[in-house]
């Protein structure tokens, strides 16, 4: 069989995806060229073209059809009709539409297993609403699309790998959705993951919610009374987990590799360390100038992964974008879409 290609989705044609779709088409074009990766971009085809025309007007992306029985190793597929010209940097309900429109083909392709995957390019909330799909982000519309529940979100950033039990809740919330289930559900999504991405051991360690793990029971019994209980049956099923592990802690040591992975229980928890390390930020400005990091989705029956940024309208057109995390989120699907390796003791 063939190496399928992966989907890239534009996301809101108006932000900064058009840019790094074709700058990391740029970077990767010696693999492109020779076979060993194939690449759908799914959007705006004039936006692509503005884009290409602008930042590597060297770069040959041919435009196809779903129809079309055999596609070049880069090529770009229009996800619905075009409206009023959609401009860098301006809000616009057909952003948000074609944003929409662009996920939903390639999940129809995903599953229908015309390509492997899925990359997707960052939407905006505001413009995905405004054009009429009431979805708080690309993971909600994803879970809908597939008929999936219970999906859950690894951000990744070189070993940093976290796992969230919750993501976009209050946060007075959290300790009712952290169940038993819940974060068995996260322990064997990540721990495929992990396996998938060919790490072998799969040490996970689980983050405490309550400082101190909750201290004896004096600052909360959550990971005392939930946590602990779901962590001593992983462990018993043969999974090679600890925890809870107090959060001011657990990160330090993912950082120095005595764990795979963690997970968190909340967005911040699991957000902060990954971003943190991931931004690069220059001392003389004080501006953010590079990133990295990739937001995958687990538990869908696709492979879906994402840059780990926003579509940053400010800065769209101006050819400062940098494509890094999609490269990395492009990497990414390639490994999680081999077959999973099966690791072997020593």
Request: hydrophobic share 45%.
């Amino acid at each position: 069989m063939s190496l399928r290609h992966l989907a890239i989705t534009m996301g809101d044609p108006a932000g900064i995806g058009p840019e790094i779709i074709v700058k990391a088409a740029q970077r990767l074009h010696d693999r492109i060229a020779s076979g060993s990766l194939r690449l759908l971009v799914i959007g705006s085809n004039p936006a692509l073209e503005a884009a290409r025309r602008k930042f590597t007007p060297g770069l040959v992306i041919s435009e196809v059809t779903e129809g079309d029985a055999n596609w070049p190793a880069l090529a770009a597929m229009q996800a619905g009709p075009e409206g009023e010209p959609i401009l860098p940097g301006v809000l616009s309900a057909d952003g948000g539409r074609f944003a929409f429109q662009a996920v939903d083909q390639g999940v129809k392709l995903a599953l229908a297993g015309r390509i492997g995957g899925i990359v997707t390019a960052p939407l905006n909330k505001e413009a995905l609403n405004k054009a009429g799909y009431h979805y708080p982000g690309h993971t909600e519309m994803l879970a809908e699309l597939t008929g999936v529940r219970g999906s859950c979100m690894m951000l990744a950033h070189g070993n940093m790998r976290v796992s969230h039990v919750t993501t976009h809740i209050a946060l007075e919330d959290v300790p009712k959705r952290a169940t038993p289930e819940r974060i068995r559900r996260v322990l064997d999504l990540t721990h495929d993951a992990v396996t998938r991405l060919g790490l072998g051991r799969a040490k996970i360690a689980v983050a405490a919610l309550n400082p101190h793990a909750g201290e004896g029971g004096l600052f909360g019994r959550h990971d005392i009374d939930v946590a602990g209980p779901v962590i001593a049956q992983a462990v018993a099923d043969g999974m090679d987990v600890v925890g809870p592990v107090p959060g001011d802690t657990v990160f330090v040591k993912l950082r120095a590799g005595q764990y795979d992975a963690v997970i968190a229980n909340y967005h911040d928890q699991g957000h902060i360390p990954v971003k943190l390390l991931g931004f690069e930020i220059d001392p003389a400005t004080g501006k953010w100038n590079d990133l990295s990091g990739v937001n995958i989705t687990m538990g869908l029956p696709i492979i879906r992964t994402s840059v780990d940024h926003g579509t940053a309208f400010d800065i769209a057109g101006q050819g400062i974008a940098n494509e890094q995390s999609l490269v990395e989120a492009i990497e990414y699907a390639e490994l999680l879409a081999r077959p999973a390796r099966v690791a072997v003791a020593a």
